[in-house]
């Protein structure tokens, strides 16, 4: 079966897709991913010891504001009224990572998987930059859709997704 591109017309122009016709439904969706840090840089986020301040705490905050507008980033996104947003976060010691979670729900006509994905993201590149003067070498990894549920093409859960992960109902 041959897959149409949905964000573009018949004569291969950019579109906004037209939602207008789809069913108002729940949306949730959880993207991860990973920034691997130097040791001193792992220990001041678990500390809460940076010298710019509490980084996950901001990254939070920043994740949280850049799924609210994300599409004021990606063309062809929608403009969604979100009823939920959460970051989270996990510090793994043992490989010096932080693992950062972005849950988005939504009673809409379109899908929250670029918002969860934009919020994961953004949180991921505050830490960097809220420790760069520490860590130049910080590596953001492993950003993925989790899990996504609601729409038209019902749920998905990542093959990726290991027993450790988690996403948020």
């Known amino acids: 079966m041959e897959q149409k591109l949905t964000h573009f017309d018949q004569h291969g122009n950019a579109i906004m897709v037209d939602v207008s016709d789809k069913e108002v439904t729940q949306r949730i969706a959880t993207a991860r991913g990973s920034i691997h840090v130097n040791?001193?840089?792992?220990?001041?986020?678990?500390?809460?010891?940076?010298k710019k301040g509490d980084v996950l705490g901001v990254a939070r905050v920043a994740g949280i504001m850049a799924a609210k507008r994300t599409w004021e980033l990606i063309p062809m996104c929608h403009p969604l009224m979100l009823t939920k947003c959460t970051i989270d976060f996990e510090l793994h010691e043992e490989d010096l990572r932080v693992d950062a979670?972005?849950?988005?729900?939504?009673?809409?006509?379109?899908?929250?998987?670029m918002e969860a994905l934009t919020g994961v993201n953004v949180a991921l590149l505050t830490i960097y930059d809220m420790c760069k003067a520490m860590d130049r070498a910080m590596e953001i990894t492993q950003v993925y859709l989790c899990h996504k549920a609601g729409g038209k093409s019902g749920e998905f859960i990542s093959p990726r997704l290991q027993q450790t992960d988690h996403y948020q109902e």
């Open 101 to 113: 979670f972005c849950t988005v729900k939504v009673g809409g006509k379109t899908g929250v998987e």
């Open 39 to 50: 040791r001193p840089t792992f220990e001041a986020i678990q500390n809460g010891t940076a």
